[in-house]
């Protein structure tokens, strides 16, 4: 076996190709997401995954939860390994920034970023105190808007852009320890989340938006994570990779 992967948000889009990828690989795979467990996406997941899978109901906002989810890993299948930090909101409502309400500022800051490293930092701990002969990494799976702003979304762009700094921290914090830290960042990719504007993209992408002239799959995210979780990119930690079929190029 290569070790336990917990995957936020992994029923679904880019973090069950992931899941599906790091299943395939040996690993032993934790989904924790909100849906419950007969949602049909979960259900859909989990009988893709097999018997490798094990699904875990919670809330990534709720911090509080943390150490009752990590507990629940470590009885079930042991301590984690692998953490892919992919669960993630957009903006509840696109439109001018201007009119941004704090509720759907704090929504997505509470889950992409608030979330992210209280769960980080409790993976971070236990990973010191209980050293193993397993390689380990965290992959924090940002976006292009990390750095590229839209400013009918202002809030995600700000989220994002927190955690590509929040993974440069704890690459430096846990370098020391040869605990790999791993910033991806997507570009367009075909998922649930972009569904509302499939047209919108397509005709942009079309007109030459992306210069591989083509949305970007869930599986080419998950192409990438393998060899950094399997250990293959070690001295490569804190490294930010463009998942993005060249979008993000500055280009006359």
């Known amino acids: 076996m290569s070790g336990v992967a917990l995957i936020t948000g992994g029923q679904q889009g880019i973090g069950f190709a992931i899941a599906e990828t790091l299943?395939?690989?040996?690993?032993?795979?934790?989904?924790?997401?909100?849906?419950?467990?007969?949602?049909?996406?979960?259900?859909?997941?989990?009988?893709?995954?097999?018997?490798?899978?094990?699904?875990?109901?919670?809330?990534?906002?709720?911090?509080?939860?943390?150490?009752?989810?990590?507990?629940?890993?470590?009885?079930?299948?042991?301590?984690?390994?692998?953490?892919?930090?992919?669960?993630?909101?957009?903006?509840?409502?696109?439109?001018?920034?201007?009119?941004?309400?704090?509720?759907?500022?704090?929504?997505?800051?509470?889950?992409n970023l608030r979330g992210a490293f209280f769960l980080s930092q409790e993976v971070a701990r236990r990973m010191l105190e209980k050293p193993s002969d397993t390689y380990r990494a965290m992959v924090f799976v940002t976006s292009v808007s990390a750095e590229m702003a839209s400013v009918e979304r202002a809030e995600y762009c700000m989220s994002k852009a927190g955690a590509a700094m929040m993974s440069k921290l704890f690459a430096v914090r846990l370098a020391p320890h040869d605990i790999g830290v791993f910033e991806l960042r997507p570009g367009i990719i075909a998922t649930e989340m972009t569904a509302g504007v499939k047209d919108k993209y397509t005709a942009r992408i079309e007109a030459g938006l992306v210069p591989a002239s083509r949305w970007g799959m869930p599986q080419d995210i998950a192409n990438v994570v393998l060899p950094l979780v399997q250990g293959q990119m070690r001295f490569a930690t804190g490294a930010t990779i463009p998942v993005d079929g060249g979008l993000s190029i500055p280009r006359l």
Not at 43 to 69: F, K
């Open 23 to 111: 299943a395939g690989a040996g690993f032993r795979i934790v989904i924790a997401s909100l849906p419950k467990l007969d949602d049909q996406t979960v259900r859909s997941a989990l009988e893709r995954l097999g018997d490798a899978a094990l699904y875990v109901q919670h809330d990534v906002s709720d911090i509080s939860a943390v150490p009752g989810l990590l507990d629940q890993v470590e009885a079930t299948l042991g301590p984690v390994t692998t953490l892919i930090n992919n669960a993630g909101i957009g903006a509840p409502v696109r439109g001018d920034m201007l009119d941004m309400e704090p509720a759907g500022f704090d929504m997505v800051m509470n889950v």
